[in-house]
């Protein structure tokens, strides 16, 4: 059956099983906001839509008077951008999915779209098309690509007009996004679609219903392709595809419909910050945690870097990626794939938490109990229970508890932020 351009019908549509198994992405946050490199990604409305000061002095500052936001796009250069080297890193992270912004609210598309003239990356700096390559790069490693897109941009002047109209108008929405949104997918035929910048107007102004109507009935990817839930100013966590609900969303219970949380290693910044300093920073057990904790909800895990101008992701960034990847390449097998269980957490403590696969569950445990005795008391043991850990050979000692669940004698394990004990034949 085709769907219909409403809400009813487009929500009715089975999210692609892809994106469930998947659990892990990587999120890239880079655009001309990388040049300036302070404060966040929201560069240009600080300084133009806000009129902080800070952001005042700090061009003042560092560049010659009379500069323009548009004055930084030539030193958006992507000269040590490797697209390779990058997909070789998420690959090594463990990313199933990876989402680059194609464009900010700063309005300056990292591919040549023909109606973003000279506000480009094949027009202006780079002179390369950022998606495309990337992309390229990604499906030779056989990982999943999102586009990250915002519906709006902060100063166009087709948008700024639609909304003097109370959105009455939709120039901004015929000429610009709409267009670009389709191109994107004709062009690139992308896995997932990951919008953002709905707030500002209702569904009727963003014509979100129509474009996911064609998306699902007759683009090239209309069986494969994911999207989220932004689509229009009251859509986030009611309508879409997957929820993402708000930025490091984390609802602390299990969802009933499928959903996401996106976050950071800088804890303040999407976008690269030349002034960022460690204790800003997401240290591998917190971002271990994170992980594991959404999962155990039902949710994916998205985390975010933001490369430099040049096209470098720094090597702080690459080593807490690549602690993550270890820590998957042994614990894997409790995240990929996997279901929540009919527990998620062991007893409302924050440190044992629970998924499944089949008839096999798996307890994450974050710190290593004393006496290295594991005490789980969801479980329900039979005579048939066995006990391994991923990561080491050979089975595990275990007894039934005195309260109920079970008594799980660990093995003397080197440190690390989360290890994993595999059930099989417990209820």
């Not at 976008?271 to 960022?276: A, K, P, T, V």
């Not at 702080?316 to 009919?342: C, H, M, V």
């Not at 329900?380 to 004698?409: C, D, R, Y």
């Amino acid at each position: 059956p085709r769907y219909r351009p409403d809400w009813a019908s487009l929500d009715a549509r089975p999210l692609p099983a892809w994106f469930d198994q998947a659990k892990v992405g990587v999120f890239v946050h880079w655009g001309v906001f990388s040049v300036p490199a302070w404060g966040s990604e929201w560069f240009w409305w600080h300084w133009k839509g806000e009129h902080r000061a800070d952001y005042q002095n700090f061009v003042q500052r560092r560049y010659p008077p009379g500069t323009t936001y548009a004055d930084f796009a030539p030193h958006f250069t992507a000269h040590d951008f490797q697209p390779r080297q990058w997909a070789q890193l998420f690959q090594r992270a463990g990313a199933r999915y990876v989402v680059l912004t194609t464009k900010h609210h700063e309005g300056f598309t990292n591919w040549g779209s023909p109606v973003s003239w000279n506000w480009n990356s094949l027009d202006t700096g780079p002179h390369r098309d950022l998606v495309g390559e990337l992309g390229q790069a990604l499906r030779e490693s056989n990982i999943r690509y999102g586009l990250y897109h915002s519906l709006l941009e902060w100063f166009n002047p087709l948008y700024l007009s639609d909304k003097k109209s109370g959105f009455k108008t939709q120039s901004f929405v015929l000429k610009k996004t709409m267009p670009e949104l389709y191109d994107l997918v004709l062009k690139y035929q992308p896995d997932l679609i990951w919008s953002d910048g709905d707030w500002e107007a209702p569904e009727s102004y963003w014509n979100s219903t129509s474009f996911l109507a064609w998306l699902y009935n007759d683009s090239p990817v209309k069986d494969t392709v994911v999207v989220n839930d932004r689509w229009c100013n009251n859509c986030s966590c009611h309508h879409g595809g997957y929820y993402n609900c708000a930025d490091k969303y984390k609802p602390g219970t299990l969802l009933a419909h499928k959903w996401e949380m996106c976050s950071s290693i800088d804890r303040l910044s999407w976008g690269y910050r030349s002034n960022m300093n460690l204790a800003e920073l997401m240290d591998e057990a917190s971002i271990i945690e994170e992980l594991v904790q959404t999962v155990s909800f039902g949710g994916n895990y998205l985390l975010n870097v933001g490369p430099t101008k040049e096209g470098v992701i720094v090597p702080i960034f690459q080593e807490r990626l690549l602690a993550l990847g270890r820590w998957l390449d042994t614990n894997g097998e409790a995240i990929y794939e996997s279901k929540p269980w009919r527990v998620q957490m062991e007893n409302s403590t924050d440190t044992v938490w629970y998924t499944s696969k089949g008839p096999a569950v798996y307890a994450i445990f974050l710190i290593w109990p004393r006496d290295s005795v594991l005490e789980l008391s969801s479980p329900a043991p039979s005579p048939a229970t066995q006990v391994t850990m991923l990561g080491f050979a050979g089975t595990l000692e275990w007894q039934k508890s005195p309260e109920k669940g079970l008594l799980i004698t660990l093995p003397s394990m080197p440190p690390s932020p989360g290890w994993t004990v595999k059930l099989e034949g417990v209820k």
